[in-house]
Each structure stands twice: as structure tokens, then as C-alpha cells.
């Protein structure tokens, strides 16, 4: 064995790959604190690599808490797209968002390079973010590939490789093993896409599936073979897991909330939520939550979201705190004073089902062109849907008059809507005890 051999085999070096947002850690979190049970020498370090995306951390959260205790450093792009290092996630998250100015100063950079004609403006107003996190970050340690040499594993999603801001930095470590789990719960079973000419070196990777079902998804999107999967179920809902999430709502005071409410759990603006339609479905769920039950609304934004001015414009900004809550709060923590909750299509559906908090999904994608198409997934009404109403995960709805029946179907008979929630959950998610610690001692045996 050659001597760089040899310290590539006694490197206990991993990098979590934290894209495409902060919320990636709900899934991998579990595995990541089993390795460092299992094996306390072993040195993860912490690669945000979405400019922006650290500022979303919220450092008293308890998740966030528990990270901190697993990492040993953090690294970010800042808004010229230089790798800082900080010794902390909270670190990370305060340098980051020190400098506003930069982060307005990119956003308007981003849409002039979209107009060809404005193109030299957009060149200079690179070179002045460039100059500015020079001088604002000079006493902050950059981050250089050669540090990568000993990295000996990638824990990410493997849907991340597909994207432009992560290209450069899965280069520098093409040849390492990868393993991944996805950045959200959902059984994929959408109209499969071929991707595989975009995954480096597919045959180091091993993909952890929540379920059988993700299987041919997983070898037609991105070229994996079958003997590269592994389905091990949802790692953070292993009861110890539970357990510890729980324990750590009991620490994240609800004091500004009401005892009970109904739960939204919200989406940024996207080609199918689109600012209309969101709208739409905002004005749709206030008529029938606020106005006709007279029930408080809690809103949990995604980690990506930014303030569109839509919640303000439908719901009232004079309401904010009285009838309608702004909160970030963990899901697991919202989730036990909720009376049921509403999504615009989230994975964090399947976590209230499992606490036993029974879900709506409120989605549009009629007469969408990208999604309402001869290969779109269909419901019993023939209306395009995405995979979780497919498998009966949430009860669905794309109006108000269906949202209005469906409401009133939950509250009448709760303790049977979310029976029915779990029996599909039970059905289509893969159940093996401790699925963070199989996860973790396999990669732990690549190590070894």
C-alpha cells in the first residue's frame, strides 16, 4: 500500500453535506450523533454550501443544539462565493449575517446577470461584493480544497449532485465514498427524469430509501444499481429519536402561542406554488380555520422561505399574534398542541402522522403545464398530484370547498382520520428497529 493509501485508509474524516438548506439535518442528524456514539474519534465537518442558507440556522433551537455537539467545524460560502470556516453552526450563522448589505447586494446581482443587456453592471456589482467580503471577512479563516485530501466519506443526498452550486466542491472529492439519505421524507414514485450523466463516480455511492417503493427512482434518475440501496425506513422517527426531540420541546417554550391551534406547515414560492395560487390557498385556509372555526393558525415556514408579503396581505398584518402566528419552532414540538394540520406539500407530513397529528395537503397543479401533463400522478378525480397524496400519506384538497369538507371530516372524527393516516404510513414506510444506528454502523464499516 502506496503512503498515500495509507493515510487515505486511516482517515476518519467525513463531510456532511448541509444543501440544499438547513433542513437536511432533521433526516441525517439521528445517523450523524449514532457515529460519533459509536465511534467519538471520528472528525465530521459541517459544508454549507448554498450562499445564503447558513443565515437560516437558528442557533437556540434544540436541534441545532445537538449539532453543535457533532461537528467540528463549519464551512460556508460566503456572498462572493469564497469558503469561510467557523468553529460553530452558530458561528457560521452570526458571520453570515453580519453583512445584510451583501446578501441585497447578491440578489440584485442574480437578476441583472439574467438580462444580457445589463450584463456589465451585473460584472461590476460582482467585483464590489468580491472587494467587500474581502475587507468585511478578513479576519475569518477561508476554507482551501487541500483540506479535503483526507476526507475519507460524503454524507449528503444524492439529488444534491445535480445541482451548479455544488459541482466545484464534489470535484475536489470525486474518488470518496458517498452515502446518502434524502433532504426531505417522500416515497419518490414521480415521473422519473435520467440524471445519471450528472453523478460522479455512481458506484461509490450507497442510497438509504425510506422505502421499496423508491427503488426504481433511485436506479432511473440516477443510474444507481439496486445493490446500492439499502431501505431502512425514516431514521428520525426511531423512538429514541422521538424521544430526544421530545425532550427537547419540553425546552423550547410555546408561551407566545395559544394552548391549541391548527398547524400550517408552509413552502416558498415555486412553479407550482405559485404567488397566486398561494394566495389562493392562504385566503382559502383563513375563511375556513380562522373565520368559520374561529381557531387560531400557526405557521411554521420552510427552511428556504423568504417573506413573500403574502401571509401579511391575506391574513392581515394587525392580526399577527392574535390570530395568526409566525413560528420556528420545531414540527415536532408544534405538533402537540395542533388540532390537525395543513400542508402546501411537505415531507413533514409524514412526522405529524406519526405523532398522531392528522394532515391536509392543500396543492393546486390543475391546468400546470409542468405538472398537469400525461405523466403526472393522479388522484381518484383525475386531478394531478404529487407522491404523498398518491399513497394516502395526507388527506388532499385543492380548494376551498374540498378544504371546508375535509375540515370538518377531521374534527368530527379525529382519532379515525389518523388511523387511516398511519395504517398507508405503515404500509409504504420500510420498519426496522433503530434505523439511525444501522445507517450509521454501516458507513462506521467503510471506516474500518
Not at 495509507?6 to 445517523?31: E, H, M
Not at 414514485?189 to 425510506?210: H, N, V
Not at 413560528?327 to 405529524?352: C, E, M, Q
Not at 400525461?374 to 398530484?385: F, H, M, Q, T, V
Request: glycine share 6%; hydrophobic share 40%; net charge neutral.
Amino acid at each position: 500500500m502506496s503512503r498515500q493509501a495509507q493515510k487515505k485508509a486511516a482517515s476518519r474524516t467525513a463531510i456532511f453535506l448541509c444543501s440544499p438548506s438547513i433542513g437536511i439535518l432533521d433526516n441525517w442528524l439521528p445517523v450523524l450523533i449514532k457515529l460519533k456514539q459509536f465511534d467519538p474519534k471520528i472528525n465530521i465537518i459541517c459544508a454549507v454550501s448554498k450562499i445564503g442558507s447558513v443565515q437560516a440556522i437558528d442557533s437556540k433551537s434544540h436541534l441545532i443544539s445537538l449539532a453543535e455537539t457533532v461537528f467540528s467545524k463549519t464551512v460556508f460560502k460566503s456572498y462572493s462565493s469564497r469558503w469561510l470556516a467557523a468553529p460553530s453552526l452558530a458561528d457560521a450563522q452570526r458571520v453570515a449575517s453580519r453583512f445584510g448589505s451583501l446578501a441585497k447586494m447578491a440578489t440584485v446581482e442574480a437578476k441583472l446577470k439574467n438580462r444580457p443587456s445589463l450584463l456589465p453592471i451585473a460584472m461590476l456589482y460582482a467585483l464590489l461584493i468580491r472587494t467587500l467580503d474581502r475587507i468585511l471577512n478578513w479576519n475569518i479563516r477561508t476554507f482551501n480544497a487541500s483540506e479535503l485530501n483526507d476526507v475519507s466519506a460524503i454524507l449528503y443526498d444524492v439529488y444534491e449532485e445535480t445541482k451548479d452550486y455544488n459541482r466545484n466542491f464534489l470535484d475536489q472529492v470525486s474518488g470518496v465514498s458517498r452515502y446518502s439519505i434524502c433532504h426531505g421524507i417522500n416515497i419518490d414514485t414521480d415521473p422519473i427524469i435520467y440524471r445519471g450523466a450528472m453523478i460522479r463516480q455512481p458506484e461509490k455511492i450507497i442510497a438509504y430509501l425510506f422505502s421499496d417503493l423508491e427503488r426504481p427512482y433511485y436506479t432511473g434518475t440516477y443510474g444507481l444499481q439496486d445493490t446500492q440501496l439499502v431501505t431502512v425506513g425514516v431514521p428520525r422517527h426511531d423512538d429514541d429519536w422521538l424521544d430526544v426531540m421530545g425532550a427537547g420541546a419540553n425546552h423550547e417554550s410555546n408561551a407566545v402561542l395559544p394552548q391549541s391551534y391548527v398547524l400550517l406547515i408552509s413552502r416558498s414560492l415555486s412553479a407550482y406554488l405559485t404567488p397566486e395560487r398561494k394566495r389562493r390557498a392562504i385566503g382559502a385556509i383563513k375563511r375556513a380555520v380562522i373565520d368559520e372555526l374561529g381557531m387560531p393558525l400557526v405557521i411554521k415556514c420552510h427552511p428556504k422561505e423568504r417573506n413573500d408579503g403574502l401571509y401579511d396581505e391575506v391574513l392581515g398584518s394587525e392580526n399577527l399574534g392574535v390570530s395568526w402566528y409566525l413560528s420556528n419552532k420545531h414540527p415536532f414540538s408544534l405538533a402537540r398542541r395542533s388540532s390537525f394540520a395543513i400542508t402546501f406539500y411537505s415531507g413533514v407530513a409524514a412526522d405529524l402522522v406519526k405523532l398522531g397529528v392528522p394532515v391536509i395537503e392543500y396543492l393546486d397543479l390543475v391546468g400546470l403545464e409542468g405538472y398537469d401533463n400525461e405523466s403526472a400522478l393522479r388522484d381518484d378525480k383525475g386531478e394531478p398530484i404529487f407522491s404523498l397524496r398518491f399513497h394516502g400519506l395526507v388527506r388532499g384538497v385543492s380548494n376551498y370547498e374540498n378544504l371546508k369538507s375535509e375540515v370538518e371530516a377531521v374534527l368530527s372524527h379525529r382519532d379515525d382520520a389518523v388511523a387511516d393516516l398511519r395504517e398507508q404510513y405503515s404500509r409504504k414506510f420500510a420498519h426496522i428497529d433503530d434505523a439511525s444506528k444501522a445507517v450509521a454502523m454501516d458507513i462506521l464499516g467503510m471506516f474500518n
